[in-house]
């Protein structure tokens, strides 16, 4: 693995008691404007009744961590029931929770000891599709007359005389085939046939995952039934997983091929018929009111990948009829190097692409909170993503500072605050993401970025006293775990411990405006934060884009930020301590300062 650095973190004297104190989230406005949410994949965080998989137990335990870094809410992916063939994203009950993570009894006190230290507790609601052993689906599936016969989406085929034709099947009235060209983005076509219905039943991700029908009030009624349950239960709010696939074509028109085969060798198709239909705003306007019922801010954050910015507005909804507080800014964190290229492959630091990004973030949502996010587990991790292989410490600290000093709430993916790296299988045989086994080894699969957390440097980095994990833990442990990181200033857990104390006390850092500075520079990405009152200070941040150092000039008069003096707030450089004057410094390969003007 990569060798880390030893950084010397620089604390000015101005970042003392005061930016450290505990002030509440949000002081303006509500709380999840200046959320730090943290993700946890619960099968993977904490094991505490040796089976070598994370539980709910396990997250209660950790709690006090989560407080001392400063963490607002937690995001809990899928914990219901589950065959886990999508890892708990294929529930087969809304309003439980599975046995391997515990029972509702332990998920009411994770909420309440939670609670205890201010951090709220976010669901991941799956509302696009059921588990095929949902007994909804199990119904639907026995025969053509039955109550929930119409809550997926079925269809009898077209006819064809070519019997050996892909997915070709024999049905009541002879020989069909899929309706259309729909692919499922997790390989393979989106049609599955069930004899006993004599008809196929699409699914936009595995066939394990067929979709539900949002065109049947029913079936709406039940998904909102199931969230009011675990508001009831005093869940703060929900992560909408898959959001933007709720409808598709009720004429089931050809989405059109992208050129490409999936890496099964199925043809893609563009999706355009099964994602991102207008439709689904209605739904998103009908549940935020049922969640606005509750009086207590509870909030809806959601899985939104779309081409650009601007198409967020739409998901944030008018200001008369909202939809979702905080649709993901996926644009800034997950960027490809080409247009056509694949999410979660290398990219180098791409500065032009960041200071577009982030200028957009700011200035096309309508003053609307943006919530950004580099990691999350269907990505390879922001460390060997964004990371050369010589600097990965340090361009950790450039993606931590991007995160927590734009404007915006912050979204964490367990582990990214240690440096944890993706750990991608090396064989076949070790593969538990099913699009690595059918892939392979094209598509190695999501298992990389969804290893134990690593707490110490001991056995199973303290996630589990069973050897046998249900991922193995990775070899970097020995340095790379929150013990060794907690006891050591420089480390980057402390880095984050830091911004987070920053983020939380600082005015200016919290509400003041973003505005990019010496926007032409090809190596360094500069903003100020200014002022919210006349009392306040500018803030300046600086990150190197490049292995090599930089000087840099920045001209504060022009963009109207007044002060001669400059205080270094944060810095992972030594030489940055000295810094005077923004005029004229000089930042070592990929630094980043963070200064007060004052
Ligand atoms: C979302 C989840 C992903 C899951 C998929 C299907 O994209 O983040 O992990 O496989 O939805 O539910
Ligand atoms: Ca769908």
Redesign the pocket.
């Known amino acids: 693995m990569f060798k880390r650095q030893l950084i010397s973190l620089l604390l000015a004297s101005a970042l003392s008691s005061s930016l450290r104190a505990q002030a509440p989230a949000s002081a303006h406005g509500a709380w999840y404007e200046h959320a730090v949410i943290y993700e946890i994949y619960p099968r993977s965080f904490q094991d505490t009744n040796g089976d070598g998989v994370g539980d709910l137990n396990g997250i209660t335990q950790r709690l006090d961590y989560l407080q001392s870094l400063g963490v607002d809410a937690i995001w809990i ?1 899928p914990m219901y029931p589950s065959p886990q063939v ?2 708990g ?2 529930i087969a009950n809304y309003e439980a929770v599975d046995p391997q993570y515990g029972t509702l009894a332990d998920m009411d006190r994770l909420i309440a000891e939670a609670k205890k230290r201010h951090i709220r507790v976010l669901l991941d609601m ?1 509302l ?2 059921t588990s095929d052993k949902h007994p909804w689906f199990v119904e639907s599936a026995g025969s053509k007359t039955n109550p929930r016969a119409d809550w997926f989406i079925w269809n009898d085929g077209k006819a064809t005389n070519d019997t050996h034709a892909p997915n070709a099947h024999q049905g009541p009235h002879g020989w069909v085939v899929p309706p259309n060209d729909w692919s499922s ?2 390989q393979g076509s989106a049609w599955e046939w069930v004899p006993a219905r004599g008809q196929f039943y699409y699914h ?3 066939k394990q ?1 067929p979709d539900l029908n949002w065109r049947n009030p029913a079936v709406e009624k039940a998904m909102f039934d199931a969230m009011r349950f675990w508001l009831d239960r005093g869940v703060a709010g929900f992560r909408l ?2 959001v933007t696939t709720l409808f598709e074509d009720p004429e089931l028109h050809d989405d059109g091929p992208t050129g490409k085969l999936d890496a099964s060798g199925f043809p893609e198709s563009n999706h355009v018929r099964t994602s991102g239909l207008p439709e689904v705003h209605d739904v998103m306007r009908r549940l935020r009111v049922m969640v606005d019922g509750y009086h207590d801010e509870r909030v809806l954050v959601g ?1 939104i990948y779309v081409p650009a910015t601007a198409e967020l507005l739409g998901w944030y909804g008018p200001r008369s009829a909202p939809e979702l507080q905080l649709p993901m800014d996926t644009l800034v964190g997950f960027h490809t190097e080409a247009p056509g290229q694949e999410t979660g492959k290398n990219v180098a630091l791409n500065i032009a692409h960041f200071r577009k990004t982030i200028v957009e973030m700011e200035a096309a949502l309508d003053g609307h909170q943006p919530l950004l996010v580099f990691d ?3 990505n390879t991790r922001s460390w060997d993503r964004f990371g050369d292989g010589a600097h990965n410490p340090l361009i950790a600290r450039l993606i931590a500072t991007m995160l927590f000093t734009t404007r915006s709430a912050a979204l964490l993916y367990y582990g990214q605050e240690l440096g944890m790296a993706t750990h991608t299988p090396t064989q076949r045989e070790d593969v538990r993401d099913p699009i690595g086994i059918t892939g392979w080894p094209k598509e190695k699969g ?1 298992d990389g970025e969804r290893t134990p957390m690593q707490w110490t440097s001991g056995p199973q980095a303290g996630f589990s006293s069973n050897p046998q994990t249900w991922l193995p833990v990775a070899a970097d442990r020995s340095s790379v775990n929150v013990a060794s990181e907690s006891a050591d200033a420089s480390s980057l857990l402390n880095w984050y411990r830091t911004l987070a104390a920053i983020r939380r006390g600082n005015p200016t850092m919290r509400d003041g405006a973003l505005v990019m500075l010496d926007a032409t520079n090809p190596a360094v990405l500069s903003y100020a934060r200014t002022p919210v009152s006349p009392s306040g200070h500018a803030l300046v941040v600086s990150l190197n884009m490049t292995a090599q150092p930089q000087v840099v000039h920045l001209d504060l008069k022009a963009a109207g930020i007044g002060g001669p003096g400059v205080k270094t707030l944060l810095g992972d450089a030594a030489a940055l301590n000295g810094v005077t004057s923004l005029a004229t410094f000089m930042l070592p390969p990929y630094a980043t300062l963070i200064a007060e003007v004052q």
């Open positions: 992916a999508d890892f994203y294929d799956v696009n599709h983005l997790f936009f991700f595995y995952q997983d898959a899985e999350n587990h269907d999501r």
